[in-house]
């Protein structure tokens, strides 16, 4: 059975997802790289970004299983890009020539555009439809593999609050953001529907893990 | 040296610290006892009830240490009672003849009344002044032992704003509560000040003690 899923998905202490000022030089606005410096110092973070030696403990197992099982992507417009990037023709994400999603992608955007192949396997396609409409399409290209949410807050929330998800997995880090996107904004009560496991590990974070209850 | 410090603040995921509404039913709001279930769970919460039999591990441990070494507690004017009692000249707080707290009490309201002596050693005092004063006349009621800011989340926010807390115990909660009193809003950064440290439990909450690092 096809699931969807969110994994990795971190947090402020606050709830903020990213900070105030997304730009294509702060992509995460005013937070930096503080919300995901657990996961770049972990075996799976680094060969993210190309390198080796990273931790191989708990928050490695646990960042890991963002790429397994996985046969498409849901993601929002301002992950794709920053603020303006559906004015730019050109523009194909902040990942290079091959992205390391190799599945399909679907950005939902109140803009779409022609899909765009990149290397590795990966294909942008642009969607303007609601959540459970997406998902139809995302499942129908994945294969009869998962289907994960990738964010940001503001589509998981949507994708969360519609009932669509399965698994989801967040990570709390020890800071107060502040300001900028919030998680938990519509989502009351949400907890109702999850078996929650909450496990603190020695990087100082916390992993929420939220499995659909069997009904 | 007299510390201030912060005990058992029980929040949401979402930062809440009492729920929305308020009243003399319900004193936590739409919240109820759902913050503070993994307290009552506990030997000193069960004793707090006048009951006995609770869990005696790391819950309970963390949870005692609200009672030693303290002098006197600062509350805000929604933790001595429910909107409107300070129209009550009868009023003496939700804890009967014989509150639990056992010293000074200030409470900061802006409608101060005459102190009220309880038995066991509680006298309530109220004041109208800023945190940095209320602390100073805590701290000297305190006869030399620490002063407890006791809540609810707004007084604690503005004396952990204020840069005057030196100990601060949260208790989150793996619930989403969506509306009441957010203890987060306007702390941003806080956690540069301290020393962190994460630790969840087999109940399900996640302890999160902040000590003020030294200079
Ligand atoms: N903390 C983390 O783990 C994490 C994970 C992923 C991303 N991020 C960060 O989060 C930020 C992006 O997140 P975000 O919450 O700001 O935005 P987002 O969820 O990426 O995108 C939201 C936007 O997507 C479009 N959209 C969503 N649902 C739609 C639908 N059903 N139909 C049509 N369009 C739809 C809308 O854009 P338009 O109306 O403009 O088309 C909407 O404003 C970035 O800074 C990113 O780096 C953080
Ligand atoms: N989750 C927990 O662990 C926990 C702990 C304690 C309490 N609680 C709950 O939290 C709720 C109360 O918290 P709250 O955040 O709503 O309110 P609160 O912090 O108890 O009280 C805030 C009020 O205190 C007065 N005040 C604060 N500072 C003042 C100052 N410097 N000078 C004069 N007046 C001042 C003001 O009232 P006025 O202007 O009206 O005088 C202000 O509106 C209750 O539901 C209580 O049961 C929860």
Redesign the pocket.
Known sequence: MSRTRIH????SLDGF???EG?SEET???H?GQR??RWMFATDFGTRMMGGDGGSTGVDDAVAHRHELGIGSEI??????GPPGW?DDPDWTG?WGDNPPFHTPVF??????RAPIEMAGGTVFHF?????AE?LVVARDAAGGLDVRI?????????FIAAGLVDHLHL?QVPIVLGR??RLWDGLEGMESGYDVEVVSTPSGVTHLTFTRRAE
Do not use: C, E
Request: hydrophobic share 45%; charged share 5%.
């Open positions: 990795n998905l971190s947090i997802a990213a900070g997304q992509p995460m606005g937070a919300l995901h993601m929002g417009a301002n992950k794709f559906q902040w950005v939902l955007t109140h803009r779409p969607l303007d439809v609601p959540p997406a990738g964010g940001g807050a503001t589509t998981a929330g949507y990570v900028g996107v």
